[in-house]
């Protein structure tokens, strides 16, 4: 059965302090992972990695697939109370076109100003 | 503007009765997805489509039914026959492009069951 770990489960931090939020995955037939914000309906994308070892970033937000280790982090620096959300981790498995995406329990970030 | 709208956004129904949720699209995205999400456990795929008149279970299909008559429809049927139907109710859609690509979700329908 294909399993998407996510860690913490929950996070309360101050304005300004740096975050680091874990992802890691048993799955058959790796396709991509991928970093959703969800901060009250819809997620939002915000990353997708299909290369280990290669980092993306975006503002202060960035994020890297390990190399051996079955794992994603998520970075966030500088945080804002704009950065509280839930961020959901899925991982994209199966062959032919469309992906089916198996998603983690989510992390809930709470940034205090 | 290009996106999913679901609807509604709330929804209430008495329980032995059966509840349609509407997903439409205009995105002109060939796959469509249903998930569920409680919560401490993450969005559940329901059922997806990966084009017209075709349709696939996903991890939690017993209970619901869906259809995809058109490009842009995909609406799911919450049946009596869902246990615990109370739950955030999450459509998305994907380019059909060969490869993974990211999901748009709509806004999502929180439907309760009493």
């Known amino acids: 059965e294909d399993k998407v770990v996510q860690s913490p489960l929950s996070l309360v931090v101050h304005e300004g302090d740096t975050v680091t939020l874990n992802c890691s995955y048993e799955v058959t037939n790796f396709r991509s992972l991928l970093w959703y914000k969800q901060e009250k309906k819809a997620p939002t994308f915000l990353f997708m990695l299909?290369?280990?070892?290669i980092e993306k970033k975006s503002g202060r937000l960035s994020s890297i697939l390990g190399k051996k280790e079955l794992f994603s982090i998520l970075n966030i620096t500088a945080t804002q109370t704009g950065d509280s959300a839930v961020y959901l981790c899925a991982v994209g498995v199966g062959g032919g076109g469309a992906q089916k995406l198996v998603f983690g329990q989510g992390t809930r970030l709470t940034i205090n100003p | 503007d290009g996106g999913i709208t679901q609807s509604p956004k709330y929804l209430f129904r008495k329980e032995g009765q059966n509840v349609t949720l509407s997903c439409e699209q205009n995105l002109n995205h060939d796959a469509m997805y249903w998930y569920r999400q409680d919560p401490g456990q993450g969005l559940r795929l329901i059922y997806y489509s990966q084009i017209v008149n075709d349709f696939q279970k996903g991890d939690i299909a017993e209970g619901y039914s869906v259809s995809r008559e058109k490009k842009e429809s995909f609406p799911l049927t919450v049946t009596s026959a869902q246990k615990n139907p109370t739950a955030f109710y999450l459509c998305?859609?994907?380019?059909?492009?060969?490869?993974?690509?990211?999901?748009?979700f709509g806004n999502g329908t929180r439907l309760t069951v009493t």
């Open positions: 299909t290369s280990s070892g």
């Open positions: 998305a859609s994907s380019m059909e492009t060969g490869f993974v690509s990211p999901l748009h």
